[in-house]
């Protein structure tokens, strides 16, 4: 089945640094989620991308949708401690979402 | 409205035996679907129901299996198990099937298995 490939699978920044993820699919992606994960907590969504090229602003995140739509990216600028956690894309497999494995920020005070 | 549940949180079995997870979806939600989480296979799915429906299913064997009530209320049952069971399993709700809904994830239950 289809599957997405998130790197890294860990980072480590200092806080201000910025932070960014990778997802990368084989085929093309009708549209693509990501969700947020906190220490001890269950994913929470943060945005979906639907078209090439997409790009979209949350405060300090940016995500961006590849414009071949089989590749996206989640930046955050200035990184907090408030943004430690664990953050998935997640793409469509038939009729079903399927996960990255997820990319692990810590975030250094 | 209120988030999605899941009962019980915590749960201790033992080799062999089965048990049953319980979810409920946020109100007027009708598509449940289910996960396993362990820390070295990440968010596997399991399977999605919508209205009593099983519409999807994941690369899981038969010992896993589910169902969904006439209220959204879906539940998950893990027969046999063995100790690759333990783990946390989350539900996600969403308003409708398919692959453009936000899924609104619960607490989950974590289980393990001695």
């Known amino acids: 089945g289809q599957q997405v490939m998130q790197i890294p699978q860990y980072q480590h920044v200092q806080e201000g640094e910025d932070f960014t993820t990778y997802c990368n699919s084989s085929?093309?992606?009708?549209?693509i989620q990501w969700y947020k994960q906190r220490p001890g907590g269950h994913p929470v969504f943060l945005i979906q991308?639907?078209?090439?090229?997409e790009v979209k602003k949350q405060k300090r995140l940016t995500f961006q949708f590849g414009e071949a739509k089989k590749n996206s990216s989640l930046h955050i600028t200035a990184t907090q401690t408030t943004d430690v956690g664990t953050y998935f894309c997640a793409g469509p497999n038939n009729n079903d979402m399927r996960f990255g494995a997820g990319t692990r920020l810590t975030v250094k005070p | 409205k209120a988030g999605v549940t899941q009962t019980p949180r915590y749960l201790i079995k033992t080799r062999g035996q089965q048990v049953t997870l319980s979810c409920s979806p946020i109100?007027?939600?009708?598509?449940v679907s289910w996960y396993q989480q362990t820390p070295g296979q990440g968010l596997q799915f399991l399977f999605e129901?919508?209205?009593?429906?099983?519409?999807n299913k994941g690369n899981f064997p038969g010992r896993f299996s589910g169902r969904q009530f006439s209220n959204s209320r879906s539940e998950m049952n893990v027969s046999t198990l063995e100790l690759g069971d333990s783990a946390l399993y989350l539900c996600a709700s969403s308003f409708g099937s398919g692959t453009y809904n936000e899924q609104f994830f619960g607490p989950g239950t974590r289980l393990t298995v001695l």
């Open positions: 085929t093309t992606l009708s549209n």
């Open positions: 109100s007027g939600h009708r598509s």
């Open positions: 129901y919508f209205s009593e429906t099983q519409r």
């Open positions: 991308l639907v078209k090439s090229g």
